[in-house]
């Protein structure tokens, strides 16, 4: 089982034989590691990383875990469109890796991790037209009703025992004791995106009462990290963004930190959907907490009298919470080793999770496609020791995001967070890693790393035109009864659209959990 290559071959020779086909050949091997990590043999094997970062020619084991358990912890679908339950029969398959955190090693000697799911399956959708001529944006919730939990996962790493599974679930539960939705918060309140919940047929989610049935308790939950004495967890999420502290045994929030509330004011410029995607808890008692893309400010106007837009923001801002409620915010730079920014849009980097080594050295992945036209997700090691803290700090009578270069915000004194690439599970790598949405960082020892992926709960949202073209779900814009209009944004056909939630991207839809062991402890890579 040492030669998970041939394993792929045979597999692919095998559906040859059943005049079978893939629509993409890496489904193969995920798909045969996946399987056998469900039947507790998962694939372990060595190889020579030749990528980009300071473990290159660095020889590296991996063992390839899928998490599973049974129907039992899929989400079940409470709708009524037949296509649907066809396509979905046992339920979305529960999403794990929304965040990481080592919890232990069990007394047979199995490793436990609390994992985390995000605000629960939803899809991509319309625009709502609005009666003034503007538009709203919408989500899509085919389970209106789910409620994020966090649970603990066992991974077997003996020769009896080579399983990923979920051990329990606990849902969230505000502070007040209600439990939590993943539906967006109300239009007006701290932490709301001014998104529209809609259902499966684009029908807009209503109360008993009729109002738009928005969530006071809505949480989009990101990120996860047990106190030393595990009694308690900290977390973050997306909406807020909000940084809040649960009871570990009941899932109630203890502690709830909001922008101008605990957080910098200036973290609700997040843009929708992208606030805190990452937190560490480090030996001194500092919360690091990253915010995911870089900040969407209004355009403003400089002390020299230019407009300046922040779409070109070279960095997104890590925020450091001391014990004592202070703060401070550095500079993380989303640029590669020769400064330059490797992304089409500079929103389109990612900062995926974060895991404290000391008071002051974290990994982190950031991830994205790239102009290469490639996933890529990086482990950096990171030094915040010698950067600026960026409270009160502007440049030219702004904030530093409206810099469009490192060197504009370095001749200002601004001094970035220091990062060192180790490694990058990009296609080709040799690390196997298919799901491009690495979500999960943890450190289980000095030498060992495990990285976890949130797989959208297996489903996407599609537009399928009057002519069959296939669009995205959030492609054209609806009206106020969910019908799909035509001649708005890509629905430039005339005729009837279709709005439809289908299956994910095959290889991404298992949760994975990946142990990459280092030959060396991971500070001896710092620079």
Known sequence: LADSTQLAALFEQQLADLKLSLTDPRYAQAHLEDSLSLIGRTVTSAFTYQGPGALQGAKITLSKYAIGDGNRFSVPYPGSQSYIKAEFPKGFPISLGSGLAFKGADKQGNLEFWVLTDR?????????????????????????????????????????????????????????????????????????????????????????????????????PEAIVPTPDGKSLWMADEYGPFVFKVNAASGKIETKLAPGNGLPDIVKY??????????????????????????????????????????????????????????RMYAYPITDASGNVPY???????????????????????????????????????????????????????????????????DAGVVPVKKTLLFDMV???????????????????????????????????????????????????MDASGRIVAGTGKCTASGQYTYRIIRGKPWETTSRLFLIRLPKPVLDYAS
């Open 344 to 410: 089409s849009k500079n929103k389109d980097a990612k900062i995926g999770d974060l895991v404290s080594l000391d008071d002051t050295r974290y990994l982190i992945i950031e991830r994205g496609e790239q102009t290469d036209g490639k996933d890529h997700n990086m482990v950096y090691l990171i030094d915040i020791s010698g950067a600026t803290d960026l409270t009160r700090k502007t440049i030219s009578g702004l904030e530093p995001e409206y810099q469009t270069t490192l060197k504009a915000l370095t």
């Open 120 to 220: 629960g399956p939803n899809g991509d959708s319309p625009d709502l037209q609005n009666g003034d001529g503007t538009t709203t944006p919408t989500k899509s919730f085919p389970v209106p009703g789910f409620n994020p939990l966090y649970g603990v996962v066992s991974v077997g790493v003996g020769n009896g025992n080579r399983r990923a599974t979920r051990q329990s679930t606990t849902i969230l539960r505000d502070v007040d004791g209600s439990p939590m939705s993943g539906r967006p918060i109300p239009p007006g309140s701290v932490g709301s995106t001014g998104e529209t919940p809609v259902g499966d047929t684009l029908q807009i989610l209503k109360t008993v009462q009729g109002g738009v049935d928005f969530d006071v308790h809505g949480i989009d």
């Open 270 to 327: 997040r843009q929708p959907n992208r606030g805190i995607e990452a937190l560490a808890l480090s030996p001194n008692g500092n919360l690091l907490a990253g915010v995911q893309s870089i900040l969407k400010m209004p355009d403003a106007t400089d002390s020299k009298g230019k407009i300046q837009k922040t779409t070109k923001a070279v960095f997104t801002r890590l925020v450091q919470i001391q014990p004592d409620g202070s703060t």
């Open 427 to 477: 296609e080709g790598s040799g690390f196997g890693w298919v799901s491009g949405k690495t979500e999960g960082l943890t450190l289980v020892d000095k030498q060992t790393i495990a990285v976890a992926n949130d797989n959208d709960f297996g489903l996407a949202a599609e537009i399928v035109g009057p002519n069959g073209e296939i669009l995205a779900g959030n492609d054209c814009e």
